[in-house]
């Protein structure tokens, strides 16, 4: 049985839909899994989760297959006590929250219960996503199988080999979708400055990131070369790479760094 016949068999709760569930919620939805089976927990649910037919807020079930935890690591402490007592039916655990450590889900969910960390990131909504994974003692090979097929849903799945992992992972990929979104802001701006219609600039500049990102995954060459594809000696691309990478590299550094030291402070709670 797959992980998308327990769920549609047995449901699953997802406690907190925010800009994160949602992402994930919406990229199950497109690979068909039945919105009667999902179970949201959410104070205040947007117009599109309740607009998706799935319960919310309602009875949940006492066994669902995947419980899925995506509230944020502040709101933890009141949020998960409305799991406890699940573990007795075979639930898999799941969170997506940053810094939040297993063995703090331990103590409220059980040492017993399987439980799997996960650091998704906001292009699962489109299928695009790339999840982190790591489990807790109790999660068996099937457990881990059965997340990384949910994840899998919705974009590429890795496996880390220790949970300490999970901080730098945050700060690469997890946040990572952010950055991007601000090189395109930058890049669009910089076309306006330059005397392109705004329109048009970003046009360019959310096109040239996608498709810069396509050829960086399809092309048997590492992004370098293909860097090196783009550069003409003495040409347009080798004048701003000389701006560009005087900064950037330890820009870069520096942003990452930020962003996983925050994970590791936010570290039960
Ligand atoms: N956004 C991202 O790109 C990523 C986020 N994450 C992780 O996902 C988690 C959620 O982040 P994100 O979706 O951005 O945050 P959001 O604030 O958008 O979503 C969290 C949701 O949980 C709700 N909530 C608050 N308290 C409770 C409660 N007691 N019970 C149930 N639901 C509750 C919030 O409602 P209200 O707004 O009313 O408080 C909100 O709708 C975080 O732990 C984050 O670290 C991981 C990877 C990427
Ligand atoms: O900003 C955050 O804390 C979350 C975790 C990764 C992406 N968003």
Known sequence: MTIFDDITQRGMVLLGCGKMGSAMLAGWLAEGLPATSVHVIDPKPSDWVTGTGVHVNAALPDAPAVALIAVKPQMMGDALPALQGMGG???????????????????VL????????????????????ITALVGNGASSAAHLDGAEALMQAVGRVVRLETEDQMDAVTGVSGSGPAYVFHLIECLAKAGEAQGLPADMAMDLAKATV???????????????QLRVNVTSPNGTTQAGLEVLMAELPDLIARTVAAATDRSKELRDG
């Open 110 to 129: 059980g040492a017993t219960s399987p439980i799997i960390r996960a650091m998704p990131n906001t292009p699962a909504a489109v299928g695009q996503g």
């Open 210 to 224: 996608a498709g810069a990102g396509a050829l960086a995954m399809q092309a048997d060459e590492t992004p370098a």
């Open 89 to 107: 039916g075979g639930t898999l655990f799941i969170s997506v929250a940053a810094g939040v450590t297993i063995d703090a889900y331990e103590r």
